[in-house]
T-cell receptor
Framework: KAGVTQTPRYLIKTRGQQVTLSCSPI?????VSWYQQTPGQGLQFLFE???????NKGNFPGRFSGRQFSNSRSEMNVSTLELGDSALYLC????????????FGSGTQLSVL | SQQGEEDPQALSIQEGENATMNCSYK?????LQWYRQNSGRGLVHLIL?????REKHSGRLRVTLDTSKKSSSLLITASRAADTASYFC?????????FGQGTRLTINP
């Protein structure tokens, strides 16, 4: 079974731009969660999608958004990028809700210049 | 907000020695999980221990859980260079997994 796939692996953007990150979960997994990881704040929960519905949301501004498609693939979008958005963005999938065992992708390393 | 806090923040030992990491949490839990992260990569699930379990083993890993002290420990026996990584505990908070800041483990040859 293929693991969680995140694309792209690396991304460099400038302030004010927007970015879209993609995540393909493990086949059969219906929940996709997104986390932001920075050296200062650690792993911060962004949101979770289940069956195309956002089921939970972390404490991030509205510039961070996401969606899930009928095949469970998910995208997250960050608009009007700020320097502080530089981080490793991790996607994780699970069979049911995102508090059981999570399977993580390798992440997208976003650098905002 | 962090539910789990790992201790120590960093640990450096010689290959072959045992490594112990601790995790303390604040509220009642249904289960506690441990994950490993190699530098700049995704997290890998190691073990899940439920609130009614006191100890669990998986290969060279041993996890204990003391719900009365709200703490857990991860023991890695006979460490190898490949065990060099960051280790995180995770607990459920507001219907999501909340991770601690992690313990950075370095195994020296």
């Amino acid at each position: 079974k293929a693991g969680v796939t995140q694309t792209p692996r690396y991304l460099i953007k400038t302030r004010g731009q927007q970015v879209t990150l993609s995540c393909s979960p493990i086949s059969g997994h219906r929940s996709v969660s997104w986390y932001q990881q920075t050296p200062g704040q650690g792993l911060q929960f962004l949101f979770e999608y289940f069956s195309e519905t956002q089921r939970n949301k972390g404490n991030f501004p509205g510039r961070f958004s996401g969606r899930q498609f009928s095949n469970s693939r998910s995208e997250m979008n960050v608009s009007t990028l700020e320097l502080g958005d530089s981080a490793l963005y991790l996607c994780a999938s699970s069979l049911t809700q995102g508090v059981e065992k999570l399977f993580f992708g390798s992440g997208t390393q976003l650098s905002v210049l | 907000s962090q539910q789990g806090e790992e201790d120590p923040q960093a640990l450096s030992i010689q290959e072959g020695e045992n490594a112990t990491m601790n995790c303390s949490y604040k509220t009642s839990i249904n289960n506690l999980q441990w994950y490993r992260q190699n530098s700049g990569r995704g997290l890998v699930h190691l073990i899940l221990i439920r609130s009614n379990e006191r100890e669990k083993h998986s290969g060279r890993l041993r996890v204990t859980l003391d719900t009365s002290k709200k703490s857990s420990s991860l023991l890695i026996t006979a460490s190898r260079a490949a065990d060099t990584a960051s280790y995180f505990c995770a607990t459920e908070g507001a219907q999501k997994l909340v991770f601690g800041q992690g313990t950075r483990l370095t195994i020296n040859p």
